[in-house]
């Protein structure tokens, strides 16, 4: 993986700063109002109020959608049936059914042609793209095709950048000053609302509406993450693994690739497009379907910055609430329930640290979750869906680009408060949502009309700490440990070879129980993943000996926080727990800043 220039500069800082004493970092006022905007910024035309039978065009210079797959000079894929969406019998009747009518403007993507069986294929999905692809100046405005990767059945996972910067390289984007957004689509190939959305979302960046947000922020979208899903018609990647819970531990290559693409552009703003259930296990254990058009959530998991999560409060989800509510659309916090029949919990995103929500917000980003009412539902209300996120999204890139000068001192605050925090106070290993109870709407699935239920409900706005320990100075791993400091190194952290044999102050792990279990969440087992082992350990000082070759992580760098998510040993998503670190013995928790040579990096 080629290192970013400016996080290149920045890892020689930090190895520099290794024996220098931690400090703590003072804490700024709460900016209340966005800063000024340069005067050289123009305010973005408000998109047009939705007239009746107004269709969406393809992007300049494609024929319209066809029902067919569109050839692409892509490589060729390997062989894959595509998912044909037949007729679905609805899961509910017409007095449901009239809750969602379609909005008055009708979107036109590859998928959403009329009388269309199918969601846009991912040859036809690489054409619009490359439509789009104008590295070149045209005007103010500039977009370049990334190539992010290969899924596991040998499909691109493709992206468009769009920039009003003086180029399209990394480095023309540092020198805008403009923040970044990552926009992501259909991690779960049976949620198509986000996909379709987002290349309505591309062609209006790139020559359309949405151009002036340019003048302030840089964007990336990534419609589809797992084409190989979406071919399918499937939840999971090829090999059945669920990849929004593969983002700490990197086993997939869908996963991997976004881990590069945040790692490359360094966003202040990830947001997550999804869909939910809407009859299935709540028409079983509530007799009532899903009532929301979306459901939102920010990154919610032990050691987010809290200066994070107030920004996502108060300039995110406020204002995008009120985008939804403006075009007629609902919204509640996102909660999901168990596949047992027997568990009538309803929880909010779970506070683990390995979807993309939370593993981005521990990269120090406002990481969004977008859930639109989908699932089992094939085609119906599909215009809606992607209005839905439609208007969520924009509202999200208009919070960004109102907030741009206030989100760059939040963030680098935060990089130099994770940095000074090492070697002191407590981290938290391990955190848990807040039991309580709530009403929650829901639809009679006779009548359609509202049904109010009282509900055992956990919420991660307020997290509880399960497990605390002190924050190391860094951790210790062996020289058979290389996978795992690649894994780290994936994730964007500074991982240092050890060059001659030294010695540190350390607190190393004793095994007190063991067990094999499996990864959950909410929902129960995590899709596509083995068993793990859980252990129970205890923590023991002592001198170690540090033999060349082997790795030191220091928490003196921003996204320390993901060090600590993946070494700790009694979690359910550690590199031990997942046997990417095989032995107890081969890591441990320095806890004084050791005076090590370490190998020269690139």
């Not at 959950?520 to 596509?528: C, E, F, N």
């Amino acid at each position: 993986m080629t290192m970013h220039p400016t996080f290149r500069k920045a890892s020689a800082l930090l190895a520099a700063a290794l024996l220098a004493a931690c400090s703590s970092t003072p804490l700024p006022p709460w900016p209340s109002t966005p800063a000024a905007r340069p005067n050289t910024a123009t305010a973005p035309a408000p998109l047009p109020r939705p007239q009746p039978a107004t269709v969406v065009p393809a992007p300049s210079g494609q024929q319209a959608p066809q029902t067919g797959a569109i050839a692409s000079p892509l490589p060729a894929p390997a062989p894959l049936v595509v998912q044909d969406e037949a007729p679905l019998t609805a899961p509910y009747g017409p007095a449901v059914a009239a809750r969602f009518p379609d909005p008055a403007i009708a979107y036109g993507t590859p998928g959403l042609a009329p009388h269309r069986r199918s969601f846009t294929t991912n040859a036809e999905l690489a054409q619009w793209l490359q439509s789009l692809d104008n590295p070149g100046a045209r005007g103010p405005t500039r977009t370049k095709l990334l190539r992010l990767g290969m899924s596991q059945r040998g499909e691109p996972i493709l992206g468009l950048l769009a920039t009003r910067a003086a180029g399209t390289e990394l480095v023309d984007l540092d020198k805008s000053n403009r923040p970044t957004v990552v926009l992501i689509g259909q991690q779960h190939g049976d949620e198509p609302a986000g996909s379709e959305a987002l290349l309505v979302i591309a062609r209006e960046l790139a020559q359309g509406l949405l151009e002036p947000l340019l003048d302030r922020i840089n964007v990336v979208i990534v419609p589809r993450a797992n084409p190989d899903g979406a071919a399918a018609g499937t939840r999971v990647t090829a090999n059945g693994v669920d990849m929004n819970r593969d983002h700490l531990l990197l086993n997939t290559p869908e996963a991997r690739a976004l881990a590069r693409v945040v790692n490359d552009y360094r966003p202040i703003l990830v947001v997550d497009a999804h869909e939910y259930t809407v009859v299935g296990r709540y028409l079983q254990k509530f007799n009532a379907i899903q009532r929301y058009d979306a459901l939102l959530q920010y990154a919610t998991t032990a050691n987010y910055p809290e200066f994070l999560t107030k920004a996502s409060q108060e300039w995110y989800h406020p204002p995008m609430v009120a985008a939804l509510k403006a075009q007629g659309l609902t919204s509640d916090w996102y909660y999901t329930t168990s596949t047992n029949p027997d568990d009538k919990r309803i929880s909010m995103g779970g506070a683990q640290p390995d979807t993309g929500r939370n593993v981005n917000g521990l990269k120090n980003t406002v990481s969004l979750l977008i859930e639109t009412r989908g699932v089992g539902i094939g085609r119906m209300h599909i215009q809606r869906r992607v209005h839905t996120q439609v208007t969520a999204i924009v509202s999200a890139l208009r919070s960004t680009a109102d907030r741009a000068a206030n989100l760059e001192q939040v963030r680098s605050f935060v990089a130099r408060d994770i940095s000074s925090q090492a070697c002191r106070d407590q981290v938290v290993v391990e955190a848990a949502a807040t039991p309580g109870q709530r009403e929650l709407d829901f639809l009679d699935p006779d009548t359609g009309v509202d049904r109010s239920i009282r509900v055992e409900w956990n919420s991660s706005l307020t997290l509880r700490p399960v497990k605390t320990r002190a924050r190391p100075c860094g951790y210790w791993l062996s020289a058979s440990a290389a996978e795992a400091a690649e894994r780290l190194r994936l994730l964007g952290l500074q991982v240092m070879r050890v060059a001659e044999p030294g010695s540190a102050l350390a607190d190393t792990y004793r095994e007190t129980a063991r067990e094999t279990s499996s990864r959950q969440d909410v929902r129960g087992a995590i899709a596509g993943e083995g068993s793990i082992v859980r252990v129970q350990v205890a923590t023991v000082r002592s001198a170690i000996d540090i033999p060349a070759g082997s790795f030191y992580v220091p928490l003196n760098q921003s996204r320390a926080n993901l060090a600590v998510a993946a070494l700790e040993p009694d979690t359910q998503n550690g590199y031990f727990a997942n046997r990417l670190i095989q032995e107890l013995g081969d890591t441990a928790r320095v806890m004084v800043t050791p005076a090590l040579v370490f190998e020269e990096t690139q």
